[in-house]
């Protein structure tokens, strides 16, 4: 009777440590909307990936299945959203059409600190609830500002801070207010085609964030970088609201906290990679054209508020000016 007793004890316990296993062991699929070596992406792997691989090791782990040459970045949103992915490291501008209060994190010129601290972070969690099913783990790399290079020195001007008037610059739709209201003729060109726009001439300079600038070549036609720099990334960790749902307190502790984490520890990470770009840049010849007086601030004014005022006619869950009394700040 003991031997039947302990057997079924043992077997009932074996089951126990079995299923308690089977439940620890969460897998989270993880894509990523730039290239596996672009700064951003080692920079998150170096300050979130791995260090939330070694805390919860055991409990849960992420696994990266691919960037864009695995899921296009304007499907990693949707993709996230209908849970085919449990986590994406994106930038949100990409999502503009999807979630208008995207379009505003890489125009902010506050630190995530303070976006924290102010609580314009907690304001954009129920509208990525609504419109992306997931949640904001960490917003990254803070410190690493975008500038505009061109192959000529660019005339000042006290109305827009640069004159750029008939010049063709390369161009995204988030530098196309500012191009545009400079005199420039924005040009879109693919970032691999960038070498060659500027080879023969299809283009005369481009606006870029600090890092991952150098591996392009582009070094070799670019005379000037403007300062002040302006902007900041809008890159984020996500995850599905889904499937944070069915993840024990331990694992979702410990997500919240590698993101907090996340959020300061991958400034000094990226700044370095930027700075290691810069060297390239300046060993090459490039030359600083810093902006002062008038100028200065009138380059600031038309950067930031031509950004704010086209993006102020979309429809927003949170009232815009809400929006902006948290997210900016007047130059």
Not at 66 to 80: F, H, I, N, T
Not at 198 to 210: D, M
Not at 241 to 257: A, I, P
Not at 279 to 304: D, I
Request: charged residues 25%; proline residues 4%; glycine residues 8%.
């Amino acid at each position: 009777m003991k031997r039947i007793v302990l057997g079924a004890f043992v077997a009932t316990f074996a089951l126990f440590v079995l299923a308690a296993a089977a439940q620890a062991a969460v897998t989270l699929k993880v894509s990523t909307c730039l290239a596996k070596t672009h700064d951003q992406v080692e920079t998150y792997f170096q300050a979130f990936h791995d260090k939330f691989n070694e805390v919860a090791k055991g409990e849960a782990k992420l696994h990266y299945v691919g960037g864009p040459e695995v899921s296009p970045r304007q499907k990693q949103g949707p993709a996230l959203r209908r849970g085919l992915v449990d986590m994406i490291f994106c930038p949100m501008g990409y999502y503009e059409g999807m979630v208008a209060e995207a379009g505003l994190t890489s125009v902010t010129n506050l630190s995530t600190k303070e976006l924290r601290d102010n609580g314009a972070i907690d304001q954009l969690q129920p509208v990525w609830a609504d419109k992306f099913n997931a949640m904001i783990l960490g917003w990254c790399c803070y410190g690493v500002d975008f500038h505009i290079y061109t192959t000529f020195k660019p005339k000042e001007s006290t109305k827009t801070g640069l004159d750029l008037s008939g010049h063709k610059m390369r161009s995204t739709a988030t530098y196309r207010p500012f191009l545009s209201a400079m005199g420039a003729i924005p040009v879109t060109m693919a970032a691999a085609e960038m070498y060659t726009g500027l080879q023969r001439g299809v283009v005369q300079g481009l606006a870029w964030p600090e890092g991952a600038l150098a591996k392009y070549g582009v070094q070799k036609f670019l005379k000037y970088r403007v300062y002040p720099g302006f902007y900041r990334s809008g890159s984020m960790v996500l995850i599905n609201l889904d499937k944070w749902k069915t993840l024990s307190k331990s694992v979702q502790d410990k997500l919240t906290q590698t993101g907090l984490a996340f959020e300061q520890g991958s400034e000094p990470i990226l700044r370095k990679k930027a700075d290691a770009d810069n060297e390239k840049l300046w060993a090459s010849g490039l030359q600083k054209m810093e902006l002062e007086g008038e100028a200065r601030k009138a380059y600031l004014r038309t950067v930031y508020e031509l950004a704010w005022d086209v993006r102020s006619k979309k429809n927003y869950t949170v009232p815009f000016a809400k929006l902006k009394e948290k997210m900016y700040r007047a130059p």
